[in-house]
DNA sequence: GATAATCCCTACAAATTCAATCGGAAATCT
DNA sequence: AGATTTCCGATTGAATTTGTAGGGATTATC
């Protein structure tokens, strides 16, 4: 019952492009040292953004990534589930799956569902834009 | 981002003996046939939930497992905390554990604080006499 | 007391997932 | 041309999950 540590970093990921928007692509070996993360491994956690369109690209010398909307129109929950995959706590209350095998039926799936709703109300309601502005009460640089 | 089968199959094998409670031990043999796992993987399970004292069990023939308890004064939180071991979405926010090594004043840190408030604050409210009511009004007999 | 049923314990193993690492190709600015 | 940066796919090591397997301890019943 953990989140991933794609799903954290492109969190952390996305929060960084957040807080130094200007406009001028950021590079990813920028984002990775001051973050402590693999540039190679979030070489991969942002191909996954980019092709969702959440960022936007910029090759060649200073290039680098781009938020490709505002900060407040990115919920916590469109970044996670695009990198984590699906936050439901069981996979028979996931969206696209029907019926569970055997589960069908079974009372837990009443709690499951409830988790679900819980942890969905609170994910599709922070936005990237909250979490700049809660980085920003916390510190006044913007070394994470 | 999931509830591993250890946690699942204890929370149906605890609605199972809830449902049953009639004083009289229940075999874990016939729970396993009837929720379809493995009897030695359920040995295994009810085993933590035994020596949490959750369960009481009676060896020999006509042994079994009979609740501790009154159904309602098990949440799924016990339930779930004691057999997934922590129902934190990350580490640095678990109970014990101090600080993150390094995403420590990041703000993130207060997003997975308040999707594990959401989480605990339907868990904790869960009690497995709520499976029990909801199990019943899903199905007149106790065919899981 | 013998037998059979049941819980109890520990070790092992297959499969999957996680968390990267590695090596290079393609694009682009100067 | 050369340096910089994104892009892409393969591989890998470790950890975790999800069981299996085999036997030991206890006890009700005959």
New interface residues.
């Given amino acids: 019952?953990?989140?991933?540590t794609k799903?954290?970093y492109a969190?952390?990921l996305m929060?960084d492009l957040a807080l130094r928007d200007s406009g001028e692509p950021i590079r990813l070996k920028d984002v990775a040292h001051r973050?402590?993360i693999s540039e190679k491994y979030l070489e991969q956690i942002i191909s996954v953004l980019n092709k969702a369109g959440y960022v936007r690209s910029v090759r060649g010398p200073q290039g680098g990534y781009v938020l490709a909307r505002a900060a407040e129109e990115y919920t916590?929950g469109m970044i996670l589930r695009l990198t984590?995959g699906?936050?439901?706590?069981?996979?028979c209350v996931e969206a696209g799956k029907g019926v569970c095998d055997?589960?069908c039926?079974?009372?837990?799936q009443?709690?499951?569902k409830?988790?679900d709703e819980?942890?969905s109300?609170?994910?599709d309601h922070?936005t990237l834009e909250d979490?700049?502005a809660?980085?920003m009460e916390?510190?006044d640089d913007y070394v994470?």
Avoid: F, H, N
């Avoid at 019952?1 to 991933?4: L, R």
């Avoid at 699906?86 to 996979?91: F, G, Q």
């Fill in positions: 019952m953990k989140i991933s799903g954290r969190l952390r929060l973050q402590g916590a984590e699906s936050l439901a706590p069981v996979d055997r589960e039926g079974c009372a837990t009443i709690l499951w409830k988790i819980a942890i109300s609170v994910v922070v979490l700049v809660w980085q916390r510190t994470i």
